[in-house]
């Protein structure tokens, strides 16, 4: 049966989510405040980041965090005047900051990112899109093997979950990719896995595919679901109501106040992050690295070296600290040395990020017809096509061949 579908916000997951419902018959209507890609999906490392099933919350993060926040070389950043508002929410996010959590958010994660390339491929085929969806590896670089190793409860889980990789020493990382500093000698390469080389004109290539292909575009802010007998009719914005016979929820960490006003409290918070853009450096990595010692990644993109990474917890109304900006720029330079680059760009967004770092995908318990599909937190762009397609199944009747179980909106309740 055709639907009218209001997909509420124009990041990757709404767009993912737009072209699918096109695909499989309905007419789409495509809102979000500023417009497609001018938000989180604009700004993100560009990494297809598939074996990036670990969350922040890994085992031990108890005893590194109060040290990383209070070290100024470290990527872990607080607004301090914030902590009082998001002490209720960092409480329950740190009750998973053990192994057995780790491991559950792993597996679940992995069948939303674990194919990333592929998903990126099926999604934007024939859209235009496709010139800036790039297959390669992912990798993961530090300074010895002793680093390396610290990290291994992390790589085991990735195994687990189907993810190999080949161990890079010494001279076999040169002549893999001869730009790092001689401090770094060692790398695990995934291969497999891919980069988006303008994210920002990827997401907005994908939404002038839908509206070419029928999609209404609407810029404006929606306040609330229009509603009858339990079940959805609308959505208003601006004071007008819009009609449709379904709605989707995709804004990222905007999405708290709607979500409320279907039932679903989700413990949602804003997890700052930070990049850099060096356009026209002197040297481009290969592909996509994360720098272990920073938790940054640079990513070759058209044109210019985004350094991409930081978390600074302080919600989304402060202006940006320098520091993380300052942080990027002393590590990539430590890491490439005499590195130089014609023109620097600076950005500050914000990661939706749950309280289990996972994110909520499927209709509201109370409210018919209403959907979500926010809160990827660091794997927005890499889980959104497949994140997309299973809404639209669901949107459409369908079951998905996947346990969607560990998304379920109502799993805090």
Request: a neutral charge; glycine letters at 12%; aromatic letters at 8%.
């Amino acid at each position: 049966m055709t639907k009218t579908v209001a997909v509420i916000g124009a990041g990757i997951v709404g767009v993912a989510t737009a072209i699918w419902l096109q695909r499989d018959g309905h007419q789409v209507i495509l809102i979000d405040k500023a417009g497609p890609a001018e938000g989180t999906s604009h700004g993100n490392a560009g990494v297809l980041a598939s074996c990036s099933v670990l969350p922040v919350t890994g085992p031990g993060l108890w005893l590194k965090a109060p040290k990383m926040l209070l070290d100024p070389n470290q990527p872990l950043f607080m607004k301090w005047s914030y902590l009082p508002k998001i002490a209720p929410w960092l409480m329950k996010f740190m009750t998973h900051a053990n192994a057995d959590a780790a491991r559950k958010r792993a597996a679940a994660a992995t069948p939303i990112i674990g194919d990333s390339l592929a998903d990126h491929q099926a999604l934007s085929a024939g859209t235009g899109a496709e010139q800036w969806v790039v297959p390669g590896d992912y990798v993961f670089l530090y300074n010895n093997r002793t680093a390396f190793e610290a990290d291994a409860f992390g790589f085991q889980v990735r195994r687990e979950n189907g993810f190999e990789w080949e161990l890079l020493e010494d001279q076999a990382l040169r002549d893999y990719d001869p730009i790092w500093g001689p401090q770094m000698t060692c790398a695990a390469r995934f291969p497999g896995h891919g980069r988006i080389t303008d994210p920002g004109r990827y997401v907005k290539d994908l939404a002038a595919h839908a509206v070419s292909q029928g999609a209404r575009l609407v810029i404006g802010e929606v306040t609330d679901l229009a509603r009858e007998k339990g079940a959805v009719t609308g959505v208003r914005v601006g004071g007008e109501t819009i009609p449709c016979d379904a709605a989707v929820i995709t804004t990222g960490v905007w999405s708290g106040p709607l979500a409320r006003k279907l039932g679903v409290n989700a413990p949602l918070e804003s997890e700052r992050g930070y990049h850099l853009e060096l356009y026209e450096p002197s040297v481009m990595p290969r592909n996509p690295v994360m720098i272990a010692s920073g938790k940054f990644v640079a990513t070759p993109m058209d044109g210019r070296l985004r350094l991409a990474g930081i978390v600074e917890l302080g919600g989304l109304d402060l202006p940006p600290s320098r520091a993380p900006f300052e942080l990027l720029e002393k590590q990539i330079r430590a890491a490439v040395p005499g590195l130089t680059w014609k023109k620097t760009v600076e950005w500050m967004g914000h990661r939706p990020s749950m309280a289990d770092s996972l994110p909520i995908i499927g209709e509201s318990p109370a409210v018919k017809g209403a959907y979500m599909g926010f809160g990827h937190d660091h794997v927005g762009l890499t889980g959104g096509p497949k994140t997309g397609r299973l809404l639209s199944q669901l949107i459409s009747g369908r079951t998905p061949n996947i346990n969607l179980a560990p998304y379920a909106p109502d799993r805090f309740h």
